[in-house]
């Protein structure tokens, strides 16, 4: 099912942005969220990915030049401040995008009729409690 692939797209590059930004966070309340927030989306994608095939598993992962591109745009934005506000900014904007991906498939079933996977809901709320977390360090 296409939704399951774009979860399991989504929290990969969730989780990755999250492994490219954490070395640039000194605060332990900070780096303690976001270590958190990486956890409960892995779950998240650990479940996506048991329903899913092995050539879907394979079109869902993120190529190494998908992952060298977030690597340098995580690297450009913390050029302009390595601050916990500016860190926690960089990841709601990121959250943000997710959902907006997210809750963009779940219409597209919603205008079928077709049942949404409960993953894709729980994701989205996911990543509201993430930003809820983040907004603490603004």
Known sequence: MRIIKQVKK????????????RPYAKDEELIHSIIAQRERLQDISNRAEQGLSESERSDAELGTLQKTALKGSIFLSSLAGRSNKKIAALLIDSANDSINNITEEINKLNDLGAPVPPIANELVGIYNRNIGELRNFL
């Open 10 to 21: 989504n929290t990969g590059t969730a989780i990755e942005t999250i492994n490219g930004i």
